[in-house]
Structures are given as structure tokens and as C-alpha cells.
């Protein structure tokens, strides 16, 4: 009957008065269900809410969801990509998913500090931070981050479709040259290419920091050859790169800080690769 007064209080037939909850208890009471007011108030907000109950059913699924996938997605960004709420047949609040002590361990890291060369001449900002493009095959996002091993450093490059922040490329190594990122964007080109869009790649723009890798006459050969345009942000600009700055972060918060200590590059290249 708490439940009843709960879900029926304030309720309004069309013209007519506004229920509350001393008329519900009296009518109750004529019925033969002793109930007072005083019992309503006392246990009412003891009783799980309809949306509590929601929630309950619903968090066992985002945990599974969590677990699924490396106890690695956090919060509504991510957690969309699976869609949790599919299972129990309503929306998901942000609330629910966002409580932190359901995902311990998953704050995002800090970035790390980005070393440039001055004196490379840089191609023209062509993404003008139009980062969400409607359709793939329009962007790409090239970045690579530093990780710490136990037998030194490790750089970890990406090349990413914004459009699904569908990882085309990516490469593994000890050295930070031209090498890495253009290994990244031969597997990208080599992805469209298998998928069947290699005609789609002269509309590619490449966007990436102006890092001299990125600004090398063999990246800049590369892509000319292939059809992509190189695109680099504009110097002292925080905004120049994010969809490519979001990856690693992602990265990093879902892998490197939450699995380490490595080894060597090859450790985390298997981890990375998995």
C-alpha cells in the first residue's frame, strides 16, 4: 500500500481535484486497508523508488558490459558504444553509469608533455576543428604517445577514422622516426584499400600535429601517392589535434596505466595488438 499512496499521490483526473495522500489513506482505510499518513511518510523514502529499481537491473548489466571489455569503458561516452541499456529496454540515466565507485581505477590519466622541431615547414589546417565528420573516409587522425618500459621508451602510433574512432593503423616501436607513423598509414591505406574504398582516399584529409615525422618528405611522397591530403593543426594550439589526443588518452587510461608495468616494446605491443 506504500507503494500504491507512492505511484498515486498528486495524481489528477481531467477536471477534477488533485489526489494527496491523506484522501488516498482514507479511502484505503474505508476499503479495509488500515493505513495512516504518518506510516506513508515514515516508510516511503525507505522503499527502493521505481527508478532505484530501474537502476538496480540495470547496473548488473553495465558491470557486465565493463567486464567485458577489460574493466576499461567509463562513463556515457564510452559506454554508448555497447549500448547497456539494449538489454533492459530503457534508456540509461548518465547518473547511472557515471558513479564512480562502480569503475574504480578509470580516471583519465594526464597527457603527457609533446617535444616539436622548430623549422619544418607544415602543411595548411584543412580541419579547421571540424573533428565529427558525417560520414567515413573524409578523416583521418594521426598522433603517436610515449609509454614507459622497463628496457626504455616505447611510442605508440594511430591512425583513426573520426567518423567511427575506428582505429585504421597503428605501430609499436623503440625510435621515434618517420618510419612509425608511416607504418601506421600504410596499414590504414592497406585497410580501405582491402575494404574496398580505395577510390574514397583522395578525399581523405590526414590531419595530425606538426611533429617533423609528420612534416617528412617521405610521409608527405607517401600520401600523395596514395590520394590522402596531409593536414596539420596550427602551432601553439591546443585544440589542433584533439580527436587524435582523445585516442591516446583512451589508451593510455585503458591500457598502458591500468595493465603496466611493461616489459619492453614487445609486451605491449601483444597487449596493444589484443
Not at 32 to 61: A, C, F, M
Request: with cysteine.
Amino acid at each position: 500500500m506504500i507503494d500504491f499512496n507512492r505511484e498515486h499521490h498528486g495524481h489528477r483526473e481531467p477536471g477534477g481535484l488533485r489526489w494527496g495522500v491523506e484522501p488516498i489513506c482514507r479511502m484505503l482505510t474505508e476499503h479495509g486497508v488500515q493505513i495512516t499518513p504518518s506510516t506513508y511518510y515514515e516508510w516511503k523514502d525507505k522503499l527502493p523508488s521505481p527508478r532505484e529499481q530501474h537502476d538496480q537491473v540495470l547496473i548488473v548489466e553495465i558491470q557486465q558490459v565493463w567486464d567485458e571489455n577489460f574493466q576499461a569503458y567509463r562513463g556515457q561516452e564510452d559506454l554508448a558504444d555497447v549500448e547497456p541499456g539494449k538489454h533492459t529496454g530503457g534508456p540509461v540515466h548518465r547518473g547511472t553509469v557515471d558513479a564512480p565507485d562502480r569503475y574504480p581505477g578509470c580516471a583519465p590519466g594526464s597527457g603527457e608533455a609533446h617535444h616539436y622541431r622548430r623549422g619544418c615547414p607544415l602543411p595548411g589546417d584543412l580541419a579547421q576543428r571540424q573533428y565529427a565528420p558525417d560520414v567515413p573516409n573524409i578523416l583521418w587522425a594521426a598522433n603517436f604517445t610515449y609509454v614507459s618500459t622497463r628496457s626504455g621508451w616505447a611510442y605508440v602510433a594511430f591512425v583513426t577514422d573520426p567518423y567511427a574512432r575506428r582505429i585504421l593503423g597503428w605501430r609499436v616501436t623503440t625510435s621515434m622516426t618517420t618510419t612509425l607513423v608511416l607504418d601506421t598509414v600504410e596499414q590504414a591505406i592497406w585497410q580501405r584499400e582491402r575494404d574496398s574504398h580505395a577510390d574514397e582516399l583522395v578525399s581523405v584529409i590526414t590531419h595530425s600535429d606538426h611533429r617533423c615525422q609528420y612534416t617528412s618528405v617521405h610521409y608527405g611522397e607517401r600520401l600523395a601517392q596514395s590520394g590522402p591530403t596531409p593536414s596539420a593543426g596550427t602551432v601553439a594550439d591546443s585544440y589542433n589535434n584533439t580527436q587524435a589526443e582523445t585516442i591516446n588518452r583512451l589508451y593510455k587510461t585503458e591500457l598502458v596505466k591500468r595493465h603496466g608495468p611493461w616489459h619492453n616494446a614487445d609486451h605491449l605491443e601483444l597487449a596493444t595488438a589484443e
